[in-house]
């Protein structure tokens, strides 16, 4: 009887297999080899079948083989089972359930790319960059990245600890989080002083785009006059779909390429570019980026700096120049492929490597220093006055810690550049 499951097994192997290495768009030889390592498939799992100290399930052991096969291609391509097939479309659409963190897998350990902005994750502190070992006291170590974040959703208003290492402290942080609906709003926005604009994308959904203009064109109608320039900032934005990178980088371009995509075949390769529609009306613009900043964020700001549309401010991006193709599969799963790499429109590959600013920028923490003792015009007797009414004059001038954050270097330095490219550009050198 075992033989007799073993060779089904395998003849139903080999047939799947044919049907899949005569395909004319995969090109792929068949050969002896190939049937051999299916047959080996086929008698490894009518092994496990039968022999195995207890009984399993042929959809889990399945579901595990085609879930490794994935896996062992790279970081990104991945089984979803139809539960997590129907939670990824859910959260691109903008709204999802557990903690609000963007995730993959490095050494077999879960990498925190981003939290995501208000959100429990953000609010308990956890960072780009940090790394998580273990889920409630048990070890990452052995699970795939899908059975991992399926562990880190759950019930709403449940809790959860994660062991996190962080890069710089010796010892591992817990860190206890409280599940929670995770409603994502793409876009935020606000009007700084001196009419500068500032947007802050945290994600690329379905409504980003749409989001993105409506927030420019009520900012810019708030603002009463013309504005100066804006930030976008895209500081520890995961990324998302890419339509919706590509929408947000035409938004501010109106000629050229804004991204290719190259496949294993190359007639697949494709090219997009920006139509004539700037949202900002070529007001100077400067990108914030970070370590946290990945995959379509990096293609916007990419698209903005290879066309000198917009300076670059911040720290080295995340490195993931990958497109990842959702496929459906029979019984309502899919499986997530990496498909092809993205290119600039320079031509270059951001793979494992990042955007590099044009201006780097660490974070920093500011402090107001108490300033020393000094002496000016003003304190000396009798001192010429300075021939203006005073009357009014007093409380105009702010304290400088009410008048900006503290808190975020970065962004003041962006504030700064833009008012310095606006006050040059209203010079006249004749």
């Known amino acids: 009887m075992r033989n007799v499951v073993t060779c089904f097994l395998a003849a139903a192997v080999i047939i799947l297999s044919l049907a899949i290495l005569t395909t004319p768009k995969t090109k792929v030889e068949a050969s002896s080899e190939t049937y051999k390592q299916l047959n ?81 994750a953000a609010a308990a502190g956890v960072k780009a960059g940090d790394y998580i070992t273990h889920l409630d006291g048990e070890p990452v170590l052995g699970l795939t990245l899908s059975e991992a974040v399926e562990r880190m959703r759950g019930l709403v208003d449940t809790d959860i600890s994660l062991t996190i290492r962080r890069e710089g402290l010796k010892e591992p942080l817990e860190i206890t989080i409280t599940r929670a609906i995770i409603t994502v709003q793409s876009v935020r926005g606000r009007l700084e002083d001196d009419n500068l604009i500032y947007v802050r994308i945290s994600s690329f959904t379905e409504q980003t785009d749409s989001g993105l203009r409506k927030t420019i064109a009520r900012l810019s109608e708030e603002a009463g006059e013309e504005i100066r320039g804006i930030i976008v900032d895209l500081r520890n934005n995961p990324g998302g779909l890419l339509d919706q990178a590509i929408a947000v980088s035409d938004a501010f371009l109106t000629k050229g390429e804004i991204v290719s995509t190259r496949g294993r075949d190359p007639q697949d390769s494709q090219r997009y570019n920006a139509t004539p529609d700037d949202v900002v009306d070529g007001k100077p613009i400067v990108v914030l980026i970070n370590g946290g900043s990945a995959s379509a964020s990096e293609i916007v700001a990419g698209a903005l700096q290879d066309h000198r549309r917009a300076v670059v401010l911040g720290t080295q991006s995340f490195g993931k120049g990958s497109v990842q193709t959702i496929v459906p599969l029979q019984g309502n799963g899919a499986m997530r492929m990496t498909t092809a790499r993205y290119y600039t429109p320079s031509g270059i590959s951001i793979q494992a490597k990042g955007i590099t600013p044009d201006i780097e920028v660490e974070q920093a923490k500011l402090e107001i220093l108490e300033p020393r003792s000094r002496r000016t015009e003003a304190d000396l007797r009798n001192h010429l006055e300075n021939g203006e009414d005073e009357e009014g004059k007093a409380g105009e001038k702010a304290d400088a810690s009410e008048a900006q954050p503290l808190e975020d270097y970065q962004l003041l330095r962006a504030k700064d550049l833009l008012k310095g490219v606006s006050l040059f550009a209203k010079k006249d050198f004749q």
Request: hydrophobic share 40%.
């Open 40 to 120: 080996l498939f086929g008698d490894v799992f009518a092994k496990i079948r039968e022999d195995y100290v207890e009984e399993v399930d042929d959809a889990k052991l399945i579901e595990a083989a085609i879930n490794g096969m994935l896996a062992s291609l790279d970081p990104h391509s991945s089984y979803l089972n139809p539960k997590n097939y129907s939670g990824m479309k859910i959260q691109t659409r903008g709204k999802f359930g557990g903690l609000g963190i963007e995730v993959t897998m490095e050494g077999g350990i879960i990498k925190v790319v981003a939290p995501i902005d208000d959100t429990p």
